[in-house]
């Protein structure tokens, strides 16, 4: 196997170098990407494993290839772990990502033409929930609920009123950038009430659901929809969890209705993350997580930033840097010159394009694998208030870059120095 060197550094030093910069910028930057995590050891050593070699089309035990005992064990031990997690009825494990999750339960249950009712992206939705630029919004009409202008959280009797006024076949909460707490029992009362299904998509907060330290949906939606690389802390890609009733067709609109072959590495990375879901330290973990986030928010707070909806019960919060004269784009750019990698984001009633926006989305679950605890992620948003009050003092920006630096020395991600 002549191409197949070994060795990655002398095989493609091109491909090397770009894995080496990234483990460099990973190890010296502070990441508040609310959708990031740092993966253990043992999830990237699954991801990296020999299992991206193998075509498993089909599900445990009724494949169309043979040679499949061994990624057998690996997909079941996924379903049954993930099951445990969150105490669904049916899981299928298979989606490649968030988007594919969402896209599996939309082409299952509806008709081109039918109703959904979801949140609005730039109030907090996620653009596979409707938007026009997605798949999701270019074969349903889709109505979408805001959130209420002054509070800039869910008004649960404006969605109410939609739900009955436009009688859609599916409802969809869950959200990318929304920092409350979601009622889901007030979703299901909605859902109930006018005869739809009920999604949830807890992309997002699914590590918060696992730890208690959010409400689950499961008890009352058809389906739940879950990356398993945010906040759940495993490879990039997604679940479905369905009731039982749905799933059959989730499983063959997965397969082979929108996806070929699994990728068995990613699905066996899930099976690790989905044990470590079950242990205490992960429960600790998202606790951790939500008491970051408040204490960010708050030390922001008394800066004089205006944070969205004024505050945060989940993993991340919003800065509404308009309100400071700013907007997101050149916030966000300072602040990855200054060593701290957020992003820029709209906000509810933004009046500025997807591309400017007037907010920055914090989010704390990277920085709490790292170890962070309160009181080292205010020192991280003074770092923060000091970028955002001088974004043009390329020298303020150059040290505390180099701050940066010096505090991650003692957050190490890794237990052993990786190589590409
Ligand atoms: N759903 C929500 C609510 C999200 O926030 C995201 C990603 O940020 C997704 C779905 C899509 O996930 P992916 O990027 O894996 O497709």
Known sequence: ????SRDLSTSDPELYRAIQGEINRQENTIVLIASENFVSEAVLQAT???LTNKYAEGYPGKRYYNGCEFVDIAEQLAIDRAKAVFGCDHVNVQPHSGV?????????????GDTILSMNLSHGGHLSHGNPVNISGRLFNIVFYNVDGKTERIDYSEVMSLAREHKPRLIICGASSYPREIDFAKFGEI???CGAMLMADIAHIGGLVVAGVHNSPVPMSDFVTVTTHKTMRGPRGGMIMCKEQYAKKIDSTMFPGTQGGPLMHVIAAKAVALKEALTDEFKQYQHQIVKNATAMADQLTKKGFRIVSGGTDNHLFLIDVGHRGLTGNVAADAL???GICANKNGIPYDTRPPRITSGVRFGTPAVTTRGMKEKDVLIVADLIADVLLDVTNEEMLRRTRSRVEEILKDFPIYRHKLEG
Do not use: Y
């Not at 594919?100 to 081109?112: E, H, K, R, T, Y």
């Open 48 to 50: 990296g494993s020999v």
């Open 100 to 112: 594919q999750a969402n896209i599996g339960v939309l082409f299952s249950v509806l008709d081109p």
């Open 336 to 338: 990855e010159r200054a």
């Open 1 to 4: 196997m002549t191409v197949n």
């Open 191 to 193: 859902a109930e009430s």
